[in-house]
């Protein structure tokens, strides 16, 4: 059973950083397309930023050139590395495990990371 483990939210002054860490257990890791995801209050969930298992990566447009996603397969791991951070960031964050050849609505999640965005 493929189990996801979010960490390192928290409070953050605007311009601030933070990063998170998904660890996964269970599964292959290398194997899977990793996603984070962000759910504000009222929102929908939406898409960040995505890395293949090949390391392709992509973002959202507002993710572009302020967060960094990354893998490290060696410790089943993938981060998000949040830079200029701004109110309108401030959401639950969740990362999404998907073996590239299952169905688009298919795939494990964690339970998530609150990231407060605020002065």
């Known amino acids: 059973q493929v189990q996801l483990e979010e960490s390192g939210g928290g409070l953050v002054q605007p311009g601030g950083s933070l990063r998170l860490s998904c660890a996964a257990s269970?599964?292959?890791?290398?194997?899977?397309?990793m996603g984070w995801y962000r759910q504000a209050p009222g929102n929908q969930r939406e898409l960040v930023a995505h890395?293949?298992?090949?390391?392709?990566?992509a973002y959202a447009g507002s993710a572009k050139g302020r967060f960094t996603i990354s893998r490290d397969n060696a410790k089943n791991t993938v981060y998000l590395q949040l830079s200029s951070l701004k109110p309108e960031d401030t959401a639950v964050y969740y990362c999404k495990a998907q073996y590239p050849w299952t169905a688009s609505g298919s795939g494990y999640w964690g339970r998530g990371t609150q990231v407060t965005v605020s002065s």
């Open positions: 890395i293949t298992s090949g390391g392709g990566t």
């Open positions: 269970g599964g292959t890791f290398s194997a899977f397309n």
